[in-house]
């Protein structure tokens, strides 16, 4: 029998074949899509080349994550590979394996006078190198460009972000199952992020800013909120060694106290961001009055969400009805080490644009993903808070998380 016989009978042949044409296809497109955005974005001021070099914007660009650059300019986008060379590659452009930035110099025909550098995220020397190699006069810098291109998700990412919310919500609700008395902070993470790793949790959390580092999971409860860190977070934590000093410690939860369980999640390369509350034993009328005005603080919050709001605005607004209800001294963070921003968008890094924060002008657009965290800190009942990881749709706000917001007794 021949192949185009087997080809012309085998039903589940041809579709699978299709299907992964209609893949390969819909990746290519979506490269293209996000390459020609970055690109219009420099119309008014025309770049000789840009150069990516951060892995994850080269990923986001072609589908793989490389040691290497992706140049754009010329008739082609081209990814100069410098590791790995004895993988395949599914690149959506055309790929070139070299050793040292020289090598990219034969590939280009123009001279690069003025070119483009992610220079907020790469070291001095990176920078240095790439102009005496090309030569180049100016160096401009699209850090802000890229983070903008990526702001607005396509209708792929918000699949996977809406596949690590459900892995969200199932380890809350693998929370109320594991949970027993006499755990302590760190014996409770153990088992929730070994349960996520099982469900597709890929356990790599990556962060923007220079210098942040982010956990799985943030497990606190009382004086454990009162340790803040170096995280530009509202949580710390005391951790279990100074090299590390946030997240979960051998401190025990403790009866009729609120603990918070803030988790992410990385699904395929992106991340959903979720907090919730729970208490086992009983819960005190002051928890419960606290409560009452954190998840109206999260309803005033979310109901802002919407297309065209611009995210200072969001940020002023809520900080003003926080201050209605007089809980400004206890809200997002201890002290000093208060956050200034109470929601942050979230892909393939967990601090992605746009924050809602004050100085942030941008406004917020139909499909942008982004979470909204307010936490209340009080040495009385130690902390509470509710985060959740929103798609901005045309009406307004969908949370991502498909878990309810209730405080949780167990």
Request: net charge neutral; glycine share 8%; with cysteine.
């Amino acid at each position: 029998m021949d192949i185009f016989c087997v080809w012309q009978r085998n039903t589940v042949l041809r579709y699978h074949y299709i299907k992964c044409c209609t893949i390969l296809l819909q990746g290519w497109r979506n490269s293209m899509d996000r390459i020609n955005k970055l690109m219009k974005l420099f119309e008014d001021k025309p770049l000789d080349a840009i150069f990516l070099l951060k892995p994850l914007n080269i990923f986001y660009l072609t589908g793989v994550y490389v040691n290497g650059v992706l140049y754009l300019g010329g008739d082609r986008p081209l990814l100069f590979v410098r590791r790995p060379k004895e993988r395949p590659l599914n690149s959506r452009v055309d790929v070139v394996f070299i050793n040292s930035f020289k090598d990219i110099k034969s590939y280009l025909s123009q001279p690069l006078s003025r070119v483009g550098l992610e220079l907020d995220s790469l070291p001095y020397n990176t920078v240095t190198r790439i102009v005496s190699t090309f030569g180049s006069k100016e160096v401009v810098d699209i850090s802000n460009e890229i983070r903008l291109v990526r702001m607005k998700k396509d209708n792929g990412e918000i699949e996977k972000i809406k596949s690590a919310g459900q892995i969200v919500a199932k380890v809350f609700e693998k929370l109320t199952e594991v949970f027993v008395p006499g755990m302590s902070e760190l014996d409770l993470l153990i088992e929730l992020e070994y349960f996520s790793r099982k469900m597709g949790n890929l356990g790599v959390y990556r962060m923007h800013s220079f210098g942040n580092e982010a956990s799985f999971s943030h497990i606190l409860q009382g004086e454990s909120a009162f340790f803040p860190s170096y995280l530009d977070a509202p949580t710390g934590g005391l951790g279990v060694s100074e090299a590390f000093p946030q997240g979960a410690s051998h401190r025990k939860i403790e009866p009729n106290k609120p603990f918070t369980v803030d988790v992410m999640i990385n699904y395929d390369g992106y991340i959903a961001d979720a907090t919730r509350t729970f208490v086992y034993g009983n819960v005190s009328e002051e928890v419960k009055n606290y409560w009452e005005k954190l998840t109206s603080i999260y309803r005033f919050l979310a109901d802002l969400l919407v297309p065209g709001s611009v995210c200072e605005d969001v940020y002023l607004k809520t900080m003003s009805y926080v201050g209605s209800l007089e809980l400004e001294d206890v809200f997002m963070g201890v002290g000093q080490d208060k956050v200034k921003f109470i929601g942050h968008g979230v892909g393939l890094e967990v601090d992605e644009f746009p924050f809602l924060a004050k100085g942030f002008q941008l406004k917020l657009e139909q499909n942008t993903v982004l979470a909204v965290e307010p936490k209340l800190f009080s040495k009385s009942f130690g902390i509470m808070g509710i985060e959740d990881t929103f798609l901005v749709e045309k009406d307004g706000p969908k949370s991502l998380i498909p878990f309810d917001q209730r405080l949780v007794v167990l």
